[in-house]
Every structure is written in structure tokens, then in C-alpha cells.
């Protein structure tokens, strides 16, 4: 700490002084106790200007310790916050989102990040405990193991079937398209700040689709297709309400106690956004042109005198020929 509190007291520093810190700075934390890292790293988060290399250090600790240097830190490169990203777990991403600014660079590294949760390791085998003694005869024995193993198999049997009459569990999503804790986290954020391009690229890539697909949705002004979508890809109903509230502001207003946009969600059906949002995602994939085709479509219209067919109407020529 008091080599921290001398760093601070330095700042601007010169090249020198940060290469000193850099190399005083890992050994001391690590032999620090959990407090004292703590103190440490809430008063580097109040510095203008620290190495990268401790950045980096500081940043990769565990999320209790890194987290406030994540969300306030003035002193990390676009570069160092990317990598921490993509080097730890969501927890480290989602700090990273609540920063009060984000450059676009940063913003489209979380957009395509893909984390995943590490799997839970495999359940220990349940130690067999030694037998009783058995006072019968080896028919008898034989006889009671196949008992077991049939009253056993009933109860398997039973519960299928109970499982099949239940459905689906209200918060099971086994097969749909999900949001993750980064990508709702950055959507909410777009929504506050009302960063409509931002929140169109990361809804895109939430869906897997193209910017074209996301703004369309976007441009419904009643927020239908927007809450429909949101309702599909599993964002928390009040997360979702704050976002509608944000970005449609005539949903925010009050009717019967709760917000209009709290009365839309409400009325939608999951499975029917389901259908629907896949259903807007087939259509795009049909009709959406790739980047890479588009330089070579531009440059045959470039070439086509003006009074020929529009491009449009080509591109359908073609699809129906094949």
C-alpha cells in the first residue's frame, strides 16, 4: 500500500518511475494480504496513469479484487481491457460493460466475444458400501436383486411419464437461442444510453442475423417486433420493460399501475416469439447479401448502362432461375 500511496504521489510519472512501479508492484501484491490488495487496487483505480503490464495484472485478479479497477480505471488502453476479456470469465466482461464509457473498438470485441461456462465436473462414483451379510440362501438373493431392479424400473417409467404431462419447465430453454449475461448486459447498457447503432449490432449479433434484420425490428416505433424478439432470446422481463421504456419513450408512459411497455411484454406468448423471430431469421438468411458479394455486385452495376434492369429486379431473375 505505501508503495501504491508513493506511486499516486508521482503522477504524471515519468518512464522511468512507471518501470520501477511495474517491476516493485507484482511481488508486493502477492505477498499482500486480501485486504491490503483490495486498498490497493481501489487507489490504482484513482490513477490517470499506471504500466500496462500492472493493468493487465490487476485486471486478470479475481472479479471481488478487479472489479471496481474494471469499472472505473481511466488508466486502460482499449487493448488491455479487450484482452482481459477475452481472458477471463463473463464476470470480467460484464464489469467491463459498466464502465461509463466504451470506445466502438471495445464495444465490438464484447460484441463478439462468446463465453462459456465452464462445464461442472463429472459427479464423483458413490463409494459402493460393503454389503450386509446376507442369511438366505443364493436363489433367494437373486430373487430380491430382480425385485429391486423392476420396482426400480416402475418408478423411472412413472416419472417419464409424469415429466411428459408436466411440459416444459417455465424456465427451460434447452434448444432456443439464449442471451448471456455479456450480451444482455451490453444491450441494457445501449438502451440507457439510448446508443441506437450499438444496440442494432449487438441485437444482430444476439440473433445471429444481419444489421439489416435488427434495424428493421428497431423501426417499429409500437415496440411489438422489438419486445416479441426480446421475449424470444430470453432477456429478463424487467430488463427487457427498461430497454422498450428507453428506446420508445411513449412505452414509459403509466396505464393501470404499470408502464405500457410492462403491458406488452405481458401479453406476449414465448412460445409464439419463438416462431416468429426464427421465422424473421429464415427470411433474412434468404434474402440478406453478404459482405463479400458486395463489392463484386457493385462492380457489375457499375458497368450496366442506366437504362437496363435495376439490381433489384436482377438479383430476383436470378434466384428464380436456380
Known amino acids: 500500500m505505501a508503495t501504491v500511496s508513493s506511486f499516486e504521489g508521482l ?4 518512464r522511468s518511475e512507471l518501470r520501477q512501479f511495474a517491476e516493485l508492484f507484482t511481488p508486493l501484491f502477492m505477498a499482500s494480504s486480501v485486504e491490503a490488495r483490495r486498498q490497493a487496487v481501489a487507489a490504482l483505480s484513482q490513477c490517470q496513469q499506471i504500466p500496462q503490464a500492472v493493468a493487465l495484472f490487476v485486471g486478470s485478479q479475481p472479479i471481488e479484487i478487479a472489479a471496481p479497477f474494471l469499472t472505473s480505471s481511466q488508466a486502460i488502453d482499449d487493448d488491455t481491457l479487450i484482452a482481459i476479456a477475452r481472458m477471463q470469465g463473463s464476470a470480467h466482461s460484464k464489469a467491463i460493460v459498466s464502465r461509463a464509457s466504451l470506445s466502438p473498438k471495445v464495444v465490438d470485441a464484447l460484441v463478439g466475444l462468446r463465453h462459456v461456462e465452464p462445464k461442472q465436473p463429472p459427479a464423483a462414483p458413490i463409494a459402493a458400501q460393503p454389503a450386509e451379510p446376507v442369511i438366505s440362501t443364493p436363489v433367494v438373493a437373486e430373487t430380491e436383486t430382480d425385485d429391486r431392479r423392476e420396482s426400480e424400473e416402475q418408478m423411472r417409467e412413472r416419472i417419464r411419464q ?4 408436466l ?3 417455465e424456465g427451460d430453454r434447452l434448444g432456443l437461442r439464449t442471451l448471456s449475461p455479456v450480451q444482455a448486459a451490453l444491450l441494457v447498457r445501449f438502451a440507457r444510453n439510448r446508443e441506437a447503432l450499438h444496440f442494432a449490432t449487438a441485437l444482430a449479433d444476439a440473433l445471429s442475423a444481419s444489421r439489416w434484420l435488427s434495424e428493421r425490428i428497431m423501426l417499429d416505433m409500437s415496440g411489438q417486433q422489438l419486445g416479441t424478439t426480446l421475449t424470444s432470446v430470453g432477456m429478463d422481463f424487467l430488463d427487457a420493460v427498461f430497454v422498450l421504456e428507453k428506446l420508445y419513450p411513449h412505452l414509459a408512459e403509466a396505464q393501470h399501475s404499470v408502464t405500457r411497455a410492462w403491458m406488452l411484454l ?3 406468448e414465448p412460445e409464439e416469439c419463438n416462431a416468429r423471430v426464427e421465422a424473421w431469421r429464415r427470411a433474412d438468411s ?4 453478404p459482405e463479400q458479394a458486395e463489392p463484386a455486385a457493385e462492380q457489375s452495376n457499375a458497368k450496366r448502362p442506366a437504362r437496363q434492369i435495376p439490381a433489384a429486379r436482377d438479383l430476383k431473375l436470378v434466384s428464380r432461375s436456380r
Request: hydrophobic share 35%.
Open 11 to 14: 503522477q504524471p510519472p515519468t
Open 162 to 165: 409424469l415429466a411428459r404431462h
Open 266 to 268: 405481458d401479453a406476449l
Open 286 to 289: 434468404y434474402t440478406y447479401l
Open 167 to 169: 411440459g416444459d419447465a
